[in-house]
């Protein structure tokens, strides 16, 4: 922990397409599985029956569908912080967030330490702050005038470590 003074406050809703923004970027790290399927794929046209690349294609097209589409859909609907209103704070020793219900009723808070975040990644719509290789948490740009963007940056920067 770095015991930087700065401190950076963001309000937010999440929306639908800032969660599926994210989703969609986080899609690559299944990239693994996608070269198997194209290459099961690739492999039963030129040497298997026409069942097997029918099978192949309809089961790699309902993953993918369910991965980008169904999944990130369904939890945004089902999941009442995802639709609350967040704050963040964003400083030195960590970051402390809460997520309210339309009412301003608490749903979740939390503190932070740096040491929790294993990466981040910034797209051209948020930043992505990783807890594991399959959790995260969004934080978008929108609202965020460029020198906020450019002080969470620096912020995030000189607290995450690299992993």
């Known amino acids: 922990m770095s015991g930087d003074p700065r401190k950076v406050e963001l309000s937010f809703e999440l929306s639908l397409s800032d969660v599926l923004a994210a989703r969609r970027y986080f899609v690559f790290r299944w990239s693994t599985l996608l070269v198997f399927f194209l290459t099961a794929f690739a492999w039963a046209v030129i040497e298997g029956p026409l069942s097997a690349v029918l099978w192949i294609g309809v089961f790699g097209?309902?993953?993918?569908?369910?991965?980008?589409?169904?999944?990130?859909?369904?939890?945004f609907r089902t999941?009442?912080?995802?639709?609350?209103?967040?704050?963040?704070?964003?400083?030195?020793?960590?970051?402390?967030?809460?997520?309210?219900?339309?009412?301003g009723a608490p749903l979740v808070s939390s503190?932070?330490?740096?040491?929790y975040v294993t990466s981040v990644r910034e797209t051209d719509r948020a930043f992505l702050l990783g807890g594991s290789k399959s959790s995260y948490f969004l934080?978008?740009?929108?609202?965020?005038?460029?020198a906020?963007?450019?002080e969470v940056r620096d912020l995030l920067a000189a607290n995450v470590k690299k992993a």
Do not use: I, M
């Open 148 to 150: 906020a963007v450019a």
């Open 61 to 75: 097209g309902l993953f993918g569908s369910w991965l980008l589409y169904f999944q990130p859909r369904r939890a």
């Open 111 to 115: 503190d932070l330490s740096w040491n």
């Open 79 to 103: 999941t009442p912080h995802l639709r609350g209103q967040h704050r963040w704070v964003l400083g030195g020793d960590g970051a402390s967030f809460e997520a309210t219900d339309s009412d």
């Open 139 to 146: 934080l978008p740009k929108r609202g965020l005038d460029p």
